[in-house]
């Protein structure tokens, strides 16, 4: 399916806004088989259902929403590329065809590490069409009761519209991990506390140095009341785990090409006494600049290709709805339909009163109003990104747990199947007031990393919990060390492990734990893995993939 062929079925009213429920087909088949389930259409998604194809398995890819490539095509285009030798195999490929795209062969050079969200999603319908990958949109996991085991196996799964599918293997390629959750598999949400794994960086924060308050602002107007966006619990006690996660935003797809962007929308309800706190934030970012902020001080601006930019958080009060999400990864549909809402609602309103608010400063103001979503992104939800950033939900306890001395000290896996490099990287997760009555956030961890190995068994859950489900995405790691690796190049290069790992249990007839993993190095690395940090590295990878694609 091409792009042009998606967005006639939009038009056409066969595909839905996501916000809204998945909806009953009255003609669904009542059981599908194939060889291999993917769950999510993530880019891990499509990298695992890609990869198993390739290796000659029927495969099936369910996407409970419209689109494909998760937050690689809904607005993450600034890559978090972190050492850029280590991304090999089908992540690196994924880059090297948005480089054809944009003909950046002309420039001397191969790879599109920032493609716009329509690029990125065209690239992966390219590679599923290719696959021959049954890809199947709007089918979502009937909630609670969608997933048949017996045996320790899932033996099929119901999507809400009826439709069930019956597989020897699956993979949860969600961010959310709901099919793994339904299965039973042992799983944790939030942090864990300095003692679980012995992890110095793990806990809550005594202190949070980045995206903070620089200066004291008072959480509390003159008569008391708590400022809007602040939390009214403690901190609690550093150190010590929680079952909070990091924030979530939208990554805004912006143009400052005056025929291609739209004015800033004015959200349902906007309310400007909504971000008083960051009226006073920019005051204060006044004082302590002695000039006037420019944009990429309040939003973090990545230039992508034509005239665009991926907007992120940053600063003390940004695009992250701190501490709004925590009902999330194991809030039921609705919980989660309204949690998302609500961050869009809250983002919307943070542009808005950026653009129209007079106590912004007229400069900042300005530069704001040169932006605004492009009109040529996201068509079918009204130039909005259609994936939320889960940046964290549920994480398997599986057969191994990634820790933090996985990024620092213990590098090497003797059953590496990739490797990592970008920083431990948790967004904040609560706003308080803190013991001198000012206001702060904690739980950002920015903490370099090592260049080190992906080990296979994070994929893996226990044994005796089921047998024939693979994790790529919702995978088996701490806190800290889960914010290394859930970047989207590992989460693609994890996916494609998975989908070669689901090909050789197949073939072998053997669960995903007994599979012989020295083949799967093999095949990953004839297929342009890497698993050295070698500068030179990537160019071999780059002439493999070009000789498969």
Known sequence: MNRRDFHSLVGAGML?????????????PAERAFDFVAYGGTAAGVTTAVAAARQGMKVALLEPRDHVGGMVSGGLSGTDVGRREVIGGMALEFYLRAGRRYDVGQHLDFLAWMPEPHVAESVFLEMISEANVTLLLRHRLKEKTGVTMSGGRIRSIEMENGARFSAPLFADCTYEGDLMAQAKVSYTVGREGVKQYGESLAGIRAETPHHQFLYPIPARDASGKLYPEIGDYPRGTPGDGDSKVQAYNFRVIASNDPTNRIAWPK???????????????????????????VFNEVSLLRRIPNRKADINNRGGFSSDYIGKNWEYPDGNYATRARIWNEHILYQQGLY?????????????????????????EYEDTNHWPHQLYVREARRMVGEFVATQKDLQTDLRKPDAIGMGSY??????????????????????????????????????????????????????????????????????????????????????????????????????????????????????????LERLI
Request: glycine share 6%; charged share 20%.
């Open 352 to 376: 808005y009163f950026l653009a129209n608010d007079p106590r912004v400063p007229a400069t900042l103001q300005m530069e704001v109003n040169t932006w605004g979503p492009a009109r040529d």
């Open 267 to 293: 959200p349902a309800g906007y309310d400007p006494a909504h971000y008083e706190l960051l009226a006073l934030y920019l005051a204060g970012e006044v004082k302590r600049l002695n000039r006037p902020p």
């Open 423 to 544: 920083q431990s990287d948790s967004h904040n997760i609560q706003r308080i007031v803190n013991e001198k009555g000012f206001v702060e956030n904690e739980g950002d961890v920015q903490v370099a990393v090592t260049p080190y190995q992906i080990p296979y068994r994070i994929m893996l859950p226990k044994r005796e919990e089921c047998i024939n489900l693979l994790a790529p995405v919702p995978f088996s790691a701490s806190h800290i060390a889960f914010a290394s690796l859930r970047m989207e190049p590992q989460w693609m290069l994890i996916g494609h492990a998975a989908g070669v790992a689901a090909s050789l249990a197949h073939q072998a007839n053997k669960p995903p734990h007994e599979i012989d993993v020295k083949k799967l190095q093999e095949t990953l690395l004839a297929q342009g893995g890497v698993f050295e940090y070698v500068r030179s590295v990537q160019n071999d990878a780059i002439g493999k």
């Open 16 to 28: 839905a806004s996501p916000f809204a429920a998945a909806q009953t087909a009255g003609n669904a």
